[in-house]
């Protein structure tokens, strides 16, 4: 106990009068605009025929579609049928409770509507989501470890961290595992792929981030303690959101499988899409 780690972070970032503003809303908030900054620069390092409009409307789609998937995700899977007595509760951001599962889905509901909007394939925006989902997950990790929730198992390792909420003895920082591994990790990977874009078909990204998403999910969930009000699904062992992993790794897989054999290169907004022929579109501006 004398060399554990005590977490005692303010959730509050800061208020003025009754305005709050917690590290969790600032996570968010930099996701989107790392976001937003990401798909620029690799929409003009593909030379693809997109516009820093057409980057806002794509942010603002997934964004909406993040924040709607993530908290409906949430109250399904995770509110053990609380929410389907107490409906009104779903709209109860500020208590917390949003899923990642959830919360992709939606994104790729969001990346439809933009699709539709643009012209511009679908697939091809999903590969620029699953580029900048990296930097989402490792912000949005580092403020759970702020708030002190989602921990892991009590632990005898250096590094385990005593939370206000897990008791007196020290738990592996799960947070900071998955921020490590579905954060900086695979946004290494995915980063590192981009650059290759000239050899990688559409919709390689999204399927690269779903198998080493729902990797880094399945194994880092045997050291995280579920949600208190489901426990453990499986035989004491298994968690829901080890359940909710393997249907992603299995889609990522498929997605691969259709990308060898249906082989499409990134597109930016097809011939016509914005009343014109395209040709003079400008790649929006951004570092090379």
């Given at each position: ?190 980063f590192v792929l981009a650059r290759r874009k000239p ?90």
């Amino acid at each position: 106990m004398l060399n554990s780690i005590y977490q005692s972070l303010n959730p509050v970032a800061f208020s003025i009068g009754p305005f709050v503003v917690r590290w969790y809303g600032l996570a968010y908030l930099a996701a989107f605009v790392c976001g937003y900054l990401l798909i620029v620069r690799i929409s003009r390092s593909w030379k693809l025929a997109i516009t820093s409009d057409d980057v806002l409307t794509i942010v603002l789609c997934a964004a909406f579609g993040v924040l709607i998937g993530a908290r409906l995700g949430y109250c399904l899977f995770y509110g053990d049928g609380y929410y389907f007595s107490h409906p009104l509760e779903i709209f109860a951001l500020s208590e917390g409770g949003m899923s990642f599962h959830g919360g992709l889905a939606g994104c790729l509901v969001g990346g439809c509507v933009a699709s539709r909007l643009l012209g511009i394939p679908f697939l091809t925006l999903a590969d620029f989501g699953a580029i900048v989902a990296p930097v989402g997950l490792f912000f949005g990790r580092i403020a759970n470890f702020i708030n002190g929730e989602l921990w892991g198992k009590v632990t005898s390792m250096p590094w385990g961290v005593v939370f206000p909420t897990g008791g007196s003895l020290p738990r592996h920082p799960t947070q900071l595992y998955e921020a490590a591994l579905e954060g900086l990790v695979l946004f290494a990977i995915l980063f590192v792929l981009a650059r290759r874009k000239p050899t990688l078909p559409r919709g390689s990204f999204l399927g690269t981030f779903l198998v080493f998403y729902g990797i880094f999910r399945f194994l880092i969930e045997f050291v995280r303690v579920p949600d208190a009000q489901l426990g453990y699904i499986i035989g004491g062992v298994i968690t829901m959101g080890q359940i909710l992993s393997l249907p992603v790794i299995v889609a990522g897989l498929i997605v691969l499988l259709w990308v060898r054999t249906h082989p499409r290169p990134q597109q930016g907004k097809a011939l016509g899409s914005d009343g014109g022929d395209g040709s003079d579109d400008q790649p929006a501006p951004g570092a090379d």
